[in-house]
């Protein structure tokens, strides 16, 4: 399976911008062969997303599923685009959204993001779909997360060991000042081997391929942003990142791998899942079947 993971910068002021450069890296992709494309978190955030203040906005779910179901299947790959806000038209509520859209266009997975980060929680809703997975066309079950959520476990050892996800996206805009003052007092650069620490250990202790992507920094220094983390990457277990961008500017990353294969290898070395299932792993739930 051939993926190509996008690190972009996300413009703050136009999701009109954002979408169309969403198609300029999807056509890229097409061209070098990739079967899935993974893009950066909120696609469609404003103004009003920046530093959390303004007004939230946000499109209704219609619009969004029509825009990245033409993406797909036009370019015939397998698309995670980012994240898109999305105003419920039943409880009008805004929720941040990842899917999971085949080649042909049909939607496959849909999460609402669970941890929601900060000044987010102002105008975002918590998600209410818990953490469904699907098998794509490549016979790979795939679970997605959103940006804080890589820092649980719970979400992870729920996709990979009750529901069986082989692959876990992870669409993000995680910055350097997340580490706050304090934590930049400490090491500028904390928030980067936060992320990496998280993806690799996430893999592994999962038996899981791991996709991570992160946002770009501004490609003008007059844009009002905060300093993305970059680091986008493709890690698995007992190779770690298989693909990484040890930065944070825009770039795309393309690596084949061999998921299956990796995963049953780490899962007759390891015995996670088997462990799981009999019940050996400390805080494994009572009612867990192992089922997807």
Known sequence: MRIAVVQFHVDPWSSEVNWSRMEEFMKAASE???????????????????????????????????????????????????????????????????????????????????????????NVTQGNYGLPTAKNRFGIQVGLCICWDLNFPECFREMALN????????????????????????????????IDSLCITRAFENEICLVYCNTAAPRTPTEPSFTSAGRSQITVPFKGPVAHLDHNREDMIIADVDIKAITQDAESVYWIKKDWDSGYIFGRPSNSNGNS
């Open 32 to 122: 070098r062969g990739a079967d899935l494309v993974p893009l950066t978190q909120t696609v469609n955030r404003h103004r009003g997303f920046v530093g959390g203040g303004g007004e939230p906005g946000g499109e209704v779910a219609e619009n969004v599923a029509e825009k990245i179901s033409k993406l797909a299947s036009t370019y015939k790959i397998d698309l995670v685009p980012g994240t898109v806000r999305e105003r419920d038209p039943v409880d009008n509520c805004i929720y941040n959204n990842a899917y999971y859209v085949d080649k042909d266009g049909a939607i496959l997975l849909h999460y609402r993001k669970i941890h929601l980060w900060g000044f987010e929680r102002k």
């Open 163 to 194: 529901k069986n996800a082989q692959l876990v996206i992870v669409p993000a805009h995680w910055c350097l000042e997340d580490a706050g003052k304090i934590g930049l007092g400490h090491d500028a650069m904390s928030e980067v081997k936060f």
